[in-house]
Nanobody, 122 residues
Framework: QVQLVESGGGWVQPGGSLRLSCQASGSIFSIDAMGWYRQAPGKQREFLAT???????NIADFVKGRFTISRDNAKGAAYLEMNNLKPEDTAVYYC????????????????WGQGTQVTVSS
């Protein structure tokens, strides 16, 4: 099993930056992809970014150029650097991790953190 804890959320003014962290514990070396999602009030949870153990990234079009995902495999951590934040970025941000068996092409587990609040306002 894997446990995920997000940190780094808070309040920031429009145009500012935040760096979110996701710390995994448990079977961290069985994790393949890690990613970030967010959910604003009245909206569905939406995909932001993923990164594999090999470093391949996928970024949602609507945040591309402002958000960057990275990870440290040895530490079992993933990060989301957010720049030029806008009020519409206000949401709860969630970390995700997938446990995948490459040999059998099977998803073994799908894990989520508790979320961290990001508020962008003046």
């Amino acid at each position: 099993q894997v446990q995920l804890v997000e940190s780094g959320g808070g309040w920031v003014q429009p145009g500012g930056s935040l760096r979110l962290s996701c710390q995994a514990s448990g079977s961290i070396f069985s994790i393949d992809a890690m990613g970030w999602y967010r959910q604003a009030p009245g909206k569905q949870r939406e995909f932001l970014a993923t990164i594999t153990k090999g470093g391949s990234t996928n970024i949602a079009d609507f945040v591309k150029g402002r958000f960057t995902i990275s990870r440290d495999n040895a530490k079992g951590a993933a990060y989301l650097e957010m720049n030029n934040l806008k009020p519409e970025d206000t949401a709860v941000y969630y970390c995700n991790a997938e446990e995948f068996d490459d040999d059998y092409a099977e998803l073994l587990g799908d894990y989520w953190g508790q979320g961290t609040q990001v508020t962008v306002s003046s």
